[in-house]
C-alpha cells in the first residue's frame, strides 16, 4: 500500500483518520503533533528548566527524544533526565542502562535516584509486603514523590512524563468508575502552579501507544521492552483492555474520551480547587499531615 501523501510504502494505516503513512511522513505527523500538544500545555520562556522523567521504556525514551529534537537550538531551556531505581531486580537496571546511553548521545545531564538511597528500601522488598495494596501503588506514590523531589532540587519549572493517549485515558475512566471527582481535576497536565510540587507536562498526550512504539522503532531509539514482574497485579490492566475492546470496535474512541473530559476539566477544577497544601515532616507537600508515600512506608 501507498503512502497516502507520496508514491513511498506505506509502515502504517491510521484507522481513525484513514491515512496510509510512510515512515517519513509518519514520523512528522507524530512530530507536529507533540509540537502542537506542547505549545498547548506550556509557554515555555528563555530560561526555564524541563525536566524529563525517563524509565527506558518506549514512551518516556520518544518524549526525552522528542522534546531534545523540538526544543535543541530554537529557545533557551535547560533539559534534564531523571530516572528511578524502584529496586526491581532483573528489570529495571538494563533499562536505566539504555536511558544513560541516550542522554549521553543527546548531551542531555542524567540524574538517577533510587528507592533504597530514599526509603531504604526497594520494590523487591516491598512487594511481598503490600498486603491488600498491588505493588503498584507504592511503587506510584514512592516514584511520583522520588522524581518532584529531584525535579525540585534541580529547578525545574516543568517535568515531562512519557504518558500517551491510552495511559490518559485509562486514568479518566478508572477515576469515573471509582467516582473520584477530585483526583479527576487534579490530573495533568497541571495548570496551576503549587508551592513545592513541580507541575507536569505531558507532551505525548494526544499519541496513541502504537504509534509511540512505532515512532520509537522508526528512531532506531534502543528502549527497553521488558515487562515488570508486578505488572499483572495492577488494576489498570482491566480498563487497558475495556479501551482497547471500545477502541477496536470503534476507532477513535480514545480521542473522544480525551475531548470529553477536556470539555469538562475547567469545571472539574471549578468545583474542585486545589487544595492548601501543608509540609510533610519529609519536606514533600501534601493535602494531609503527611505525603501518601510516609502514610504507606509506615506500614513497614
Same mark, same amino acid.
Given at each position: 500500500? @501507498?503512502?497516502?501523501?507520496?508514491?513511498?510504502?506505506?509502515?502504517?494505516?491510521?484507522?481513525?483518520?484513514? !491515512?496510509?503513512?510512510c515512515?517519513?511522513?509518519?514520523?512528522?505527523?507524530v512530530? @507536529?503533533?507533540?509540537? @502542537?500538544?506542547?505549545?498547548?500545555?506550556?509557554?515555555?520562556?528563555?530560561?526555564?528548566?524541563?525536566?524529563?522523567?525517563?524509565?527506558?521504556?518506549?514512551?518516556?525514551?520518544?518524549?526525552?527524544?522528542?522534546?531534545?529534537?523540538? #526544543?535543541?537550538?530554537?529557545?533557551?531551556?535547560?533539559?534534564?533526565?531523571?530516572?528511578?531505581?524502584?529496586?526491581?531486580?532483573g528489570?529495571?537496571?538494563?533499562?536505566?542502562?539504555?536511558?544513560?546511553?541516550?542522554?549521553?548521545?543527546?548531551?542531555?545531564?542524567?540524574?538517577?535516584?533510587?528507592?533504597q538511597?530514599?526509603?531504604?528500601?526497594?520494590?523487591?522488598?516491598?512487594? *511481598?509486603?503490600?498486603?491488600?495494596?498491588?505493588p503498584?501503588?507504592?511503587?506510584?506514590v514512592?516514584?511520583r514523590k522520588?522524581? &518532584?523531589s529531584?525535579?525540585?532540587?534541580?529547578g525545574?519549572?516543568?517535568?515531562?512524563?512519557?504518558?500517551?493517549?491510552?495511559?490518559?485515558?485509562? /486514568?479518566?475512566? $478508572?477515576?469515573?468508575?471509582?467516582?473520584?471527582?477530585?483526583?479527576?481535576?487534579?490530573?495533568?497536565?497541571?495548570?496551576?502552579?503549587?508551592?513545592?510540587?513541580?507541575?507536569?507536562?505531558?507532551?505525548?498526550?494526544?499519541? *496513541?501507544e502504537?504509534? !509511540?512504539?512505532?515512532?520509537?522503532?522508526?528512531?532506531g #531509539?534502543?528502549?527497553?521492552?521488558?515487562?515488570?514482574?508486578?505488572?499483572?497485579?495492577? #488494576?489498570?490492566?482491566?480498563?487497558?483492555?475495556?479501551?482497547?475492546?471500545?477502541?477496536?470496535? /470503534? %476507532?477513535?474512541?480514545?480521542?473522544?474520551?480525551? !475531548?470529553?473530559?477536556?470539555?469538562?476539566? *475547567? $469545571?472539574?477544577?471549578? &468545583?474542585? %480547587?486545589?487544595?492548601?497544601?501543608?509540609?510533610?515532616d519529609?519536606?514533600?507537600?501534601c $493535602?494531609?499531615? @503527611?505525603?501518601?508515600?510516609?502514610?504507606?512506608?509506615?506500614?513497614?
Open positions: 500500500m @501507498k503512502c497516502s501523501h507520496c508514491d513511498s510504502e506505506a509502515v502504517t494505516y491510521i484507522r481513525y483518520n484513514g !491515512s496510509h503513512l515512515p517519513s511522513h509518519f514520523r512528522r505527523y512530530e @507536529k503533533r507533540v509540537k @502542537k500538544e506542547l505549545r498547548r500545555q506550556v509557554e515555555l520562556r528563555h530560561g526555564d528548566v524541563i525536566s524529563v522523567a525517563v524509565s527506558g521504556g518506549k514512551d518516556s525514551m520518544v518524549t526525552l527524544h522528542l522534546l531534545h529534537h523540538i #526544543l535543541k537550538g530554537k529557545v533557551d531551556v535547560e533539559m534534564h533526565c531523571i530516572s528511578v531505581d524502584e529496586g526491581i531486580a528489570y529495571r537496571p538494563d533499562s536505566l542502562l539504555k536511558v544513560q546511553a541516550l542522554c549521553d548521545e543527546l548531551d542531555v545531564p542524567y540524574h538517577q535516584v533510587s528507592f538511597e530514599l526509603f531504604q528500601k526497594g520494590m523487591d522488598d516491598i512487594a *511481598p509486603r503490600a498486603g491488600d495494596s498491588s503498584c501503588t507504592y511503587c506510584g514512592l516514584r522520588g522524581l &518532584n529531584k525535579a525540585r532540587e534541580l525545574s519549572d516543568y517535568l515531562a512524563t512519557g504518558l500517551n493517549l491510552d495511559d490518559t485515558v485509562q /486514568s479518566i475512566m $478508572m477515576n469515573f468508575t471509582r467516582g473520584d471527582v477530585e483526583r479527576l481535576a487534579r490530573m495533568g497536565p497541571h495548570v496551576k502552579v503549587q508551592e513545592g510540587l513541580v507541575p507536569r507536562i505531558q507532551p505525548l498526550r494526544i499519541i *496513541p502504537k504509534e !509511540s512504539y512505532l515512532y520509537a522503532l522508526l528512531s #531509539l534502543d528502549f527497553h521492552d521488558g515487562t515488570c514482574p508486578y505488572a499483572d497485579l495492577a #488494576l489498570r490492566n482491566q480498563y487497558r483492555r475495556l479501551v482497547d475492546e471500545l477502541e477496536d470496535r /470503534s %476507532p477513535g474512541t480514545r480521542f473522544s474520551i480525551l !475531548s470529553s473530559y477536556d470539555t469538562l476539566a *475547567p $469545571m472539574l477544577r471549578a &468545583n474542585h %480547587p486545589a487544595a492548601q497544601l501543608h509540609r510533610c519529609c519536606g514533600e507537600p $493535602m494531609t499531615e @503527611k505525603c501518601k508515600a510516609c502514610q504507606l512506608l509506615e506500614r513497614f
